[in-house]
């Protein structure tokens, strides 16, 4: 008997698949496409990789402000594409590594759960039939694709996966979307030479995140000739020209970043599978309606990132195998991260999260069981970072750190300038311990770095 069925072979999936065979859990994993799912194939990872040559691109272009005179500085985007496929293919490699032991079986293709009961789950793959005593749902997500009129089958509409396999670059781009997606396109594009225009329907851009640190973004994206427009709604889109509330644009290519949805194929079978939203709903535990039905990552709806589904499978597969302490999932410490340039790394709760919930309420959105506190905002420029200032000639940076006005506990931490990425974790383990500024203050942070300013800060 399979004691773990495992759909998808991404973040969530292969953890799961890689926690549970180690511990001894006889694992099914099922991947229809190419392991590591999104996140490696076309997402996080190949967008990264091209993020850095345009990086590095830009730096050469502008490093006479550091002394440094670059001259005949190109690219070849071919060339970049090609390393891009290169870092996936090795990284793919490297989870097959991972799942091959003995408990772990890979099959690839489409699944379909045929039954489940309550000591099983039925799933078919190809010809072969399969029973296991629990499943767990990876299935991710896709983009999602607005009803907009013109929209559909129109060889000029890219969505990311599109835009990640083209070879050539395009001389002007439309984002409808200025989510994290938008935004990290739009960076990539602008630094390769190529006229960005960002539509975003809300107020403002990346909505959910501070907005004080986001205006230092959309300030310097504006002044280096990214065209941003806000409150502008898509209506139509007619072959390479967007018809919007604020007027008509025209671009070679048009990248539609409006969100994700959870694919839910292949699951028709769970028919009393409890959604909300369109996504999975699930405990703490990662545990769905349906016992021995488990569900993590995307499919769930929550926070739709790689970070969130490993950790969601680890807690999922220690329930399964009854590890004491129990763990559950603290969605009030993810850190989240947009690699635009300068990058913005969170953690925690906004000052929005807060003003939005009223006394004696829980907090918002995140699912998360703070209640509701009067706060303090301490904030300090990156440019107190002797580290910061000696990189980043020029550049601007935020660090703020929202803090529980009555026992100094730190709540939220959001920052913009290079390289906050690489520290926000730190902020991550402060919040998830629920540290207060004086235990937080006795950590030694090593002399220069730019991660000083946590400290600084306060
Ligand atoms: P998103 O929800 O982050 O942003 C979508 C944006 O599109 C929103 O700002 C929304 O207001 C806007 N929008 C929606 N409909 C619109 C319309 N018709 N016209 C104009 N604007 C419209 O979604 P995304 O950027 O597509 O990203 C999808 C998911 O992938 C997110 O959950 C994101 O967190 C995740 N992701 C994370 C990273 C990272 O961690 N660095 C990178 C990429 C994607």
Not at 357 to 384: C, L, Q, R, W
Request: with cysteine; hydrophobic share 40%; aromatic share 6%.
């Amino acid at each position: 008997m399979i004691n773990l069925a495992i759909i998808g072979g991404g973040p969530a999936g292969y953890t799961a698949a890689e926690k549970a065979s180690k511990s001894g859990m006889h694992v099914v994993l099922f991947e229809q496409d190419t392991l590591g799912g999104t996140c490696l194939n076309v997402g996080c990872i190949p967008t990264k990789t091209l993020l850095y040559s345009a990086k590095q691109y830009y730096n050469a272009k502008n490093a006479t402000k550091y002394g440094v005179t670059a001259e005949g500085v190109q690219f070849d985007y071919a060339k970049i594409v090609q390393r891009k496929t290169k870092v996936v293919r090795k990284l793919v490699a490297g989870i097959k590594q991972k799942l091959n032991n003995e408990y772990c079986q890979v099959v690839k293709g489409f699944a379909q759960v045929l039954s489940r009961t309550d000591e099983q789950v039925v799933i078919r793959c190809g010809e072969e039939t399969y029973e296991a005593e629990n499943l767990l749902i990876c299935t991710g997500s896709t983009n999602f694709v607005p009803p907009i009129p013109g929209v559909k089958d129109n060889p000029a509409v890219w969505d990311s996966t599109d835009a990640l396999a083209a070879t050539q670059l395009p001389q002007s781009m439309i984002i409808v979307g200025g989510g994290v997606i938008g935004m990290e396109f739009a960076t990539l594009y602008h630094e390769l030479g190529v006229h960005v225009t960002v539509i975003e329907a809300m107020p403002t851009i990346l909505p959910n995140l501070d907005q004080e640190v986001v205006n230092i973004l959309l300030d310097k994206y504006r002044k280096t000739g990214i065209q941003i427009l806000t409150e502008t709604k898509v209506t139509e889109v007619c072959e390479n020209k967007v018809i919007t509330t604020n007027g008509e644009y025209e671009a070679e290519h048009i990248l539609i970043s409006v969100g994700r949805r959870a694919n839910l194929n292949g699951l028709e079978a769970l028919d009393n599978l409890e959604m909300y939203r369109g996504g999975i709903v699930v405990d703490e535990m990662m545990r769905t309606n349906l016992k021995n039905v488990y569900a993590a990552g995307d499919v769930t709806g929550k926070m739709m990132l790689a970070h969130v589904a490993s950790r969601q499978a680890e807690v999922a597969v220690g329930r399964m195998l009854k590890q004491l302490p129990l763990q559950r999932i603290a969605y009030n410490a993810i850190p989240s991260v947009v690699y635009t340039n300068p990058e913005i790394a969170c953690v925690g709760l906004t000052e929005k999260d807060l003003n939005d919930i009223k006394e004696g309420d829980f907090a918002p959105s995140m699912n998360t069981d703070e209640p509701f506190v009067p706060y303090e905002v301490h904030k300090m420029p990156m440019t107190y970072s002797g580290r910061f200032v000696a990189e980043n000639e020029g550049e601007m940076g935020l660090c703020k750190m929202i803090v529980d006005k009555k026992n100094k506990t730190i709540l939220g931490v959001h920052m913009i300038g290079n390289p906050c990425s690489e520290f926000v974790a730190a902020a991550s383990f402060a919040v998830r311990m629920g540290y207060t500024v004086h235990e937080f203050q006795q950590v030694v942070f090593p002399h220069p770095t730019v991660s000083e300013i946590l400290k600084e800060v306060l």
